[in-house]
């Protein structure tokens, strides 16, 4: 690709970013507004500020750090008096416990709203993977032990080192099997695949590589990915099961990956550049993949959002929901608004330094190659 399709890809991969947290922030403000709680601000990024301008009791801002935004409402450290002393009725504190809750919440559920949308369409359009996909090869990556090896899209796996394979779940699960098994020095563990080709059984000699660096796998190849055609009624049921399931199984396989040490602790974690850089990977193979992957990566990344800011760390829609617990349990009795702000400012300083730690991996992982 050209270096103006790159950069294209890039900005386009930005803005899909910045896009779904508008939308996430957006959820905060349509909720409190419905609640009738004043809104100072809505903010697009973190300071400093770019530009912005105030519509009724609300100004709109867009700032320059491109890493998150917020919607800046009176009383959301716990105090329920202003600048002067006085109570202000439609400040965040002095809100009922449900109403807070739902404000807070509000965000992870417009992000769990985007990927079931998305979900839902890609399924309707597309249909649902086969439950059981036969192996058979798909894309040959360049440059890999596949190519080399003489593996061709198409062909039909029909054993490794003579264990049969009817499946190309079995045959991934057979590759974690090799990479468990090998020595931690090991880089690069050789194996026999047997494969059908035109009515032909070829036998190859490949090298499996314990952890590839360019993202194309152990040994450089995908299945083909046959899907079933479904009712588009029923798209919205399975949206829902890819949500609440099929993407917690998606994260059990990554961990399972890394701890056989076929990932590293490294490449598991993503900050925004290490996002930005994959949806524009995507977006680049638009022309040869289709839109399909591209919707599916950014539902992913929605629900990716609603899980990080339901976690209940301070800061994160999650801790603060949290707090909210604490009081009921305490019930009704509120943290003082002197310790709710510190906590929340710890977590807050906290969270920026994950961003700054996930920043220099992601950028790590780049120049590396993953």
Do not use: C
């Not at 507004?33 to 770019?50: H, N, T």
């Not at 070829?202 to 479904?230: A, C, E, V, W």
């Not at 730690?357 to 120049?367: G, H, M, P, Q, S």
């Amino acid at each position: 690709m050209s270096i103006i399709g790159s950069v294209l890809s890039i900005i386009a991969a930005i803005l899909i970013l910045a896009i779904l947290i508008v939308l996430h922030e957006l959820g905060h403000f349509t909720a409190a507004k419905l609640s009738k709680v004043r809104v100072d601000e809505f903010a697009i990024g973190f300071p400093p500020r770019i530009w912005s301008f105030k519509k009724g009791e609300t100004q709109y801002s867009i700032n320059a750090l491109p890493i998150g935004g917020y919607v800046l409402m009176p009383g959301e450290n716990g105090l329920s008096k202003d600048e002067n002393g006085k109570v202000d009725p439609r400040s965040f504190a002095m809100q009922s416990k449900r109403k807070r809750a739902f404000i807070l919440s509000a965000g992870i559920l417009m992000n769990l709203l985007i990927a079931f949308v998305l979900y839902t369409g890609i399924f309707a359009v597309s249909g649902v993977p086969e439950p059981n996909p036969p192996p058979i090869v798909g894309i040959v990556m360049p440059l890999t032990p596949a190519q080399t090896g003489g593996l061709q899209a198409n062909d039909r796996i029909i054993s490794i080192n003579k264990v049969i394979i009817t499946s190309a779940d079995q045959f991934h699960n057979y590759e974690n099997t090799l990479i468990k098994q090998a020595s931690a020095n090991t880089q690069n563990i050789p194996v026999t695949i047997v494969v059908e080709r035109n009515g032909v059984d070829k036998t190859l000699q490949l090298s499996m590589r314990k952890q590839p660096k360019d993202g194309n796998g152990n040994i450089g190849f995908s299945f083909l990915d046959p899907n079933i055609g479904i009712p588009f009624w029923q798209a919205p049921g399975y949206a829902l099961q890819q949500i609440f399931i099929g993407n917690f199984q998606l994260i059990g396989y990554v961990f399972q990956r890394v701890a056989i040490g076929a990932i590293s602790v490294f490449e598991l974690f993503s900050g925004p550049v290490g996002i930005v850089h994959t949806t524009s990977e995507v977006i680049s193979s638009v022309a040869t993949q289709g839109f399909t992957l591209l919707f599916t990566v950014i539902a992913l990344i929605s629900w990716s959002l609603a899980l990080t800011n339901v976690l209940p760390i301070p800061g994160l829609d999650g801790g603060r929901i949290l707090i909210l617990g604490i009081e009921a349990a305490r019930k009704g009795k509120r943290l003082s608004p002197e310790r709710e702000a510190i906590i929340n400012l710890i977590g807050l300083g906290f969270l920026f330094s994950l961003i700054i730690l996930f920043t220099v991996n992601d950028i790590i992982n780049i120049l590396n190659g993953h």
